[in-house]
């Protein structure tokens, strides 16, 4: 089984329909997915609550209670969790020695990026990121096309020296679908085929699959 977290100390940036548009893309794929919803707004548990039943199916986790981290079905091949918000270093360490990648999504604002500088500085503090055992992937969110905001985004990914694996644009079809339990990947017609495209880079990363997604 491959873990991969998405986790940002700011509160906002999209973790959650981050973690169900990668749940989602997996479960249409064939591999058999579950989603952990480590946030007490639990959003994933509610928006795995209305998915319908001829949707791939994807196994829903209540990890809330620091007790049940780590508790997954034994057949999932991949599991996605959806961090709380406002995790530093020390409250996410929990969820990421369970972690083999750490998905990173921030917007192109101030306040994300001076968060998510400072969460890269408190996951540096944990012994198993130091080590070089979990992956690391920034994942620009919301971004508007030819907005100014994006030149202060992409300065900040040079300052670090490190690049994000995709750029994810604003689209109205993200909160549409996830208020009916369902993800940009769950719907075959071709107008959303330009919106999974951006994610390629992203399951490029976490999965090696060579064959076609879309």
Known sequence: MKTILVANQKGGCGKTITAISLASALAEKGYKVALADADNQKSALQWLKHRPEDAAPIQSLDWRDSKSIGDVPKNIEYLIIDAP????????????????????????????????????????????????????????NRIRPNAASNQEIQQFFDRIDQQPVAWITERTPYGRLAMQGLAIFDKPQKMYRELQLQWQPVLNAIIDDPTEWF
């Open 85 to 140: 918000g406002a995790s530093t270093g020390k409250q996410a360490e929990p969820l990421i020695s369970e972690a083999h990648a750490i998905i990173v999504p921030l917007q192109p604002s101030f306040f994300d990026i001076d968060s998510t500088r400072r969460f890269l500085k408190h996951l540096q503090n944990i012994k198993r990121i130091r080590k070089g055992k979990v992956q690391i992937l920034l994942l620009a």
